[in-house]
């Protein structure tokens, strides 16, 4: 997976109100680019697996400041959002 997304800090680095939501929106392009270019990652996420490319993505949140944990929830909710927003175009 290629790196061009670069991912925002967290604004602090203990817990902070709305910490969870500032790594989704820091995870948000990377996850994008991710979805245009491998759908088999993004319904794996869905389903809380992590595939290769997921996972050097995760680790790369965590280089910048976020959990493991914090970083993989906020992929399955991205993946989550980009197949709900996908099915609505067809509807």
Known sequence: ?????????????????????????????????????????IVAAMSGELTDELLALAKRAERAGWTFDEASAAIQELAREYEGAKGTIFD
């Open 1 to 41: 997976m290629e790196e061009s997304q670069a991912i925002s800090r967290p604004q602090r680095p203990s817990d902070y109100s709305g910490r969870q939501m500032d790594c989704v929106a820091a995870l948000r392009p990377a996850v994008s680019d991710l979805a245009a270019t491998s759908q088999e990652s």
